[in-house]
């Protein structure tokens, strides 16, 4: 689940690397429209991150790829990891790594519903 408590990613392997795909989207209303990307597509489904391995060093991130924006298509460069309670750790940026962003994604624990939907992500409902 990202760090907005918007949408559930699923990672799944994909050959070598770790794929995300959008698998369900929090919507204010239950009867409001799926998210389209910037192409006009539905946003359930959408490929948002790709990682390859790194090699093992202590130091180093676990995962490196890109993380697209589906709203706009941006690209940015990520590193991800997986902490012990199996939140994805997820460094973002453009350039170099130092003027990223880090956020933790919470594992999500629920059933996503028919149609892509969440009915809540924040617990407010």
């Known amino acids: 689940m990202s760090s907005s408590r918007q949408i559930v990613l ?59 924006d589906p709203r706009n ?8 990891r997986f902490d012990n309670a199996g939140n994805l750790v997820l460094h973002g940026y453009i350039g170099l790594p130092l003027f990223g962003r880090t956020q933790v994604w919470p594992k999500f624990h629920h059933q996503v519903l028919a149609g892509c939907h969440v009915p809540s992500l924040d617990g407010t409902t």
Do not use: N
């Open 10 to 68: 699923q990672i799944s392997p994909c050959g070598g690397d770790l794929c995300g795909f959008i698998e369900g989207i929090a919507l204010d209303h239950p009867s409001d429209a799926m998210p389209t990307d910037w192409q006009g597509r539905s946003q359930c489904g959408f490929l948002m991150l790709r990682v390859s391995p790194t090699p093992a060093k202590p130091s180093a991130p676990r995962w490196r790829g890109v993380l697209q």
């Open 73 to 80: 298509g941006h690209i940015y460069r990520t590193t991800v």
